[in-house]
């Protein structure tokens, strides 16, 4: 089967969730690129979907490394990117095809999400701040998407510069959004493709990765900032940042809140190793924030 679309998933400890991914559409080319998961997802891949193109990273490069090394490995003219936890059709996989076909100066087309456990029978959407204007019925143009199922236009993210390798995990999207708005390419999403998502399923849950994934949240988050809006900003900021995850951190103690303590301290320490200058990653190209 022709297609214009290949389906980009990157995965890191997605064993227990990428059958029922891969199961919800076909006919599409997929390439997996796998962060170091350790967990048998290769074996898996590799015995049970011999089509799928496995690429082995051989460390944890993050979201957006890895995203970037799938969309350049593609031929087609779209690479779709999806997070492990989205069980999207392939008759869905169309129709965000046809919208951008149409809408020609359109580089990123996202589906809305809906959480599977939901009643759609009375489900209505709602963008929130992200909405610039609707481009026709159901259709969309926005300020952002977020990361976990975009169909992206690759000869303009090219031109735009694909995902910053300077982020590990967190406002990737964010970024490139801003980056596709500032070369006139619009970002697309229909509120009729309603695309289940299973949040916090795509990786294993442990104290490690929530500690990872709260530093680089806190990390992230100023970055952008700081890329954005300046460094003067930035650093009228932290006081403001680095309170608030304190006093989280103070109200989880004297809750006995084990989970609040984990997250408010990563948060911290990012928010403290963004002002110090440290980057994301470290000398030997590792995230920041493993213990």
């Known amino acids: 089967m022709a297609t214009d679309t290949t389906v980009i998933i990157v995965t ?16 599409y080319p997929v ?10 997802i290769e074996e898996l891949i590799r015995s049970k979907y011999p089509k799928v193109t496995f690429i082995q990273t051989g460390k944890n490069l993050g979201y957006g490394r890895a995203n970037n090394i799938g969309l350049r490995a593609c031929i087609t003219k ?19 095809e046809k919208i951008a076909n149409k809408h020609k100066n359109a580089a990123m ?11 759609l029978s009375n489900h209505t959407t709602d963008l929130g701040d992200s909405s610039i ?6 259709i969309y143009s926005v300020a952002w998407v977020t990361g976990c199922a975009i169909l992206c236009d690759i000869a303009k993210l090219k031109k735009v510069g694909l995902f910053d390798e300077n982020i590990f995990m967190f406002c990737e999207e964010h970024d490139l959004c801003n980056r596709v708005r500032e070369q006139n390419y619009k970002i697309l999403q229909s ?20 500690y990872l994934r709260s530093w680089h949240w806190a990390w992230s988050r100023l970055y952008l900032r700081q890329k954005n809006k300046g460094t003067f900003k930035t650093i009228y900021s932290y006081p403001k940042f680095y309170g608030s995850y304190l006093k989280g951190f103070l109200k989880a103690v004297f809750t006995l809140n084990r989970l609040a303590i984990i997250e408010n301290l990563a948060k911290m320490s990012g928010t403290l190793n963004h002002m110090l200058g440290f980057k994301a990653f470290d000398e ?3 995230p920041r924030g493993l213990f």
């Open 78 to 96: 779209y690479g779709l990117i999806i997070n492990p936890d989205i069980f999207i059709k392939a008759k869905q996989i169309k129709e965000l």
């Open 191 to 210: 509120t009729n493709i309603l695309v289940p998502h299973a949040p916090g399923m795509s990786s294993a849950p442990s104290t490690k990765i929530t």
């Open 284 to 286: 030997n190209d590792n």
């Open 133 to 138: 204007g609707e481009v026709q019925q159901d």
């Open 31 to 40: 390439i997996i690129v796998d962060n170091n998961s350790g967990d048998g």
């Open 12 to 27: 890191f400890r997605s064993k227990s969730i990428i059958e029922e991914c891969l199961d919800s559409f076909s006919g």
């Open 109 to 119: 087309v996202s589906p809305y999400f809906v959480n599977p456990e939901w009643d």
